[in-house]
């Protein structure tokens, strides 16, 4: 079994925290996805799990012994970096044969071992090349073999796909979501492409100025953002936000209105805020339809400045109530061009509300007869 247990985990340079009071349970067989932005302390916790970065303070247990003070060679981890790291002078063969001749095992166990990993890859037309002779994709696939031919316990990725082009990146999704069912492995993998989050994980944990800000599955995140930060960060296009206030409330609902005085009741636990408590609504690109006059729909009239076109979609960027806004075109088009106005709506069910703290009003699911 391979389980991963941070317990109060701290980092610090000095008298600079960078990670502080991290506590995770990644149980064995999970892909687990760090997100966040740029300084969040998401590689350093990686490293810090690898071995490669001291621990300030807490406790760091895989399969459940202690290992604050155990080495990055005898963790049994197998690490991917952004940098591929291999012998430039040695062949694929050779490269992916290194960390097991380093390990003094015998010639023929090694070359079982390289040919198995080399099949799992889809490489061994490969194994004769040396790395200038392969492209990007290739490089990253030799870097995950070596990896693999160790038989480690976790897996450790950190940010692998960023030298990649848009196509290269796609594939090696799909690649290394395929080991992942193949092998059963337990992942830890680190990026600040939300997309990849979205695409390869189990459970996400988002990180912001070294703090976590939430830890759940895609789906999780998605739909029922914990804070403000995590709702913007999590979808593409990101979430948009109007200022709010609350006007009235009652259990399980709460009536917000909107700068240009329209209100709508909202499935939301209110019961936190009083009335008059300055709010955040929001709401996704893609959660506004078409008006049908069906009670529960908050309707949100939008300036657009620039509309477009990506074949499967139509997005409207513009402004409602002073803010910029996003809207994906419920028709699949949009015929007003720039300076046009529509009214879109949104179903009260798809609205999030926040507080001026940027935590997320508890979300209930509306009962039709609410209006």
């Known amino acids: ?27 064995h067989g999970e892909f687990v996805v760090f997100v966040g932005p740029s300084g969040s302390g998401k590689s350093t916790l990686l490293r810090m799990i690898g071995g490669l970065e001291k621990i300030s303070g807490g406790t760091l247990k895989i399969d459940n012994k202690v290992v604050n003070s155990v080495d990055a060679a005898d963790r049994n981890l197998g690490m991917v970096f952004q940098s591929y790291a291999l012998y430039p002078h040695l062949t ?121 800000e939430q830890v759940g599955s895609p789906h999780d995140l998605y739909h029922r953002p914990a804070t403000q930060f995590v709702a913007g960060f999590i979808g593409s296009p990101r979430m948009n936000f109007l200022p709010c206030k609350l006007k009235a409330k009652e259990e399980g ?37 078409a008006p049908s006059g069906r009670p529960g729909e908050l309707i949100v009239e939008i300036d657009v400045d620039f509309v477009e076109h990506l074949g499967s979609a139509t997005y409207l960027y513009g402004t409602a109530l002073g803010e910029h806004i996003v809207a994906r075109s419920p028709n699949g088009h949009f015929h007003s061009g720039r300076g046009g106005r529509v009214a879109l709506v949104v179903a009260a069910s798809d609205c999030h509300v926040f507080t001026s703290e940027g935590k997320a009003l508890p979300r209930l699911e509306a009962p039709k007869s609410w209006s």
């Open 1 to 27: 079994m391979a389980e991963v247990r941070l317990e109060g985990i701290q980092k610090a340079y000095g008298a600079v925290g960078i990670l502080h009071d991290i506590d995770l349970d990644i149980a």
């Open 92 to 212: 694929v063969r050779d490269n992916l044969a290194f960390p097991l001749r380093m390990a003094k095992l015998g010639r023929d166990q090694i070359a079982a071992k390289v040919r198995d990993a080399a099949a799992l890859l889809q490489i061994e037309h490969l194994l004769d090349r040396k790395p200038k002779q392969l492209s990007g994709g290739q490089r990253q696939r030799v870097a995950i073999g070596r990896a693999i031919v160790r038989e480690p316990k976790v897996f450790l990725f950190d940010e692998p796909l960023s030298n990649l082009d848009t196509e290269l990146r796609v594939q090696m999704r799909v690649q290394i979501a395929k080991l992942h069912r193949q092998l059963g492995n337990t992942m830890i993998y680190v990026t600040h492409d939300q997309v990849e989050a979205m695409t390869m994980a189990d459970k996400i944990v988002v990180l912001k100025d070294g703090h976590i």
């Open 253 to 289: 609902r709460g009536e917000i209105e909107l700068r240009d005085g329209l209100s709508s009741w909202l499935p939301v636990q209110a019961e936190v805020v009083g009335p008059g408590t300055p709010l955040t609504l929001g709401i996704r690109p893609d959660d506004f339809l």
